[in-house]
């Protein structure tokens, strides 16, 4: 989620310094207001999960991943959001 917001409040994710350019940025209250209410819906159809905490969720039937972002008032780019998302994905999965 950092990266995607330093995408979209620089433009660039080349280098350790704009990386940091989110560090100290809030999640949004919405996004993590949704993900408790998430959270209750899993427990009471799956039992307990840590989707607050941790963002995923699985059992032999589900997998969830859900992960709130910090919003960013004024962008300077979304071109190429979801891939930049999605590589970050794909990166931590290794």
Known sequence: MFIAATKAGTGAINSN???????DREVSDVGLNELKSLSKIVA??????NLVEEGIFSDDSVEIIAVPTIIIDN?????GMGDTISSIFL???Q
């Not at 310094?17 to 560090?23: F, G, P, R, T, V």
């Not at 009471?44 to 999960?49: A, V």
């Open 91 to 93: 990166v931590d999965a």
């Open 17 to 23: 310094e704009i990386l940091l350019w989110s560090k």
């Open 44 to 49: 009471k159809e799956f039992g307990t999960n």
């Open 75 to 79: 962008p300077i780019t979304l071109v």
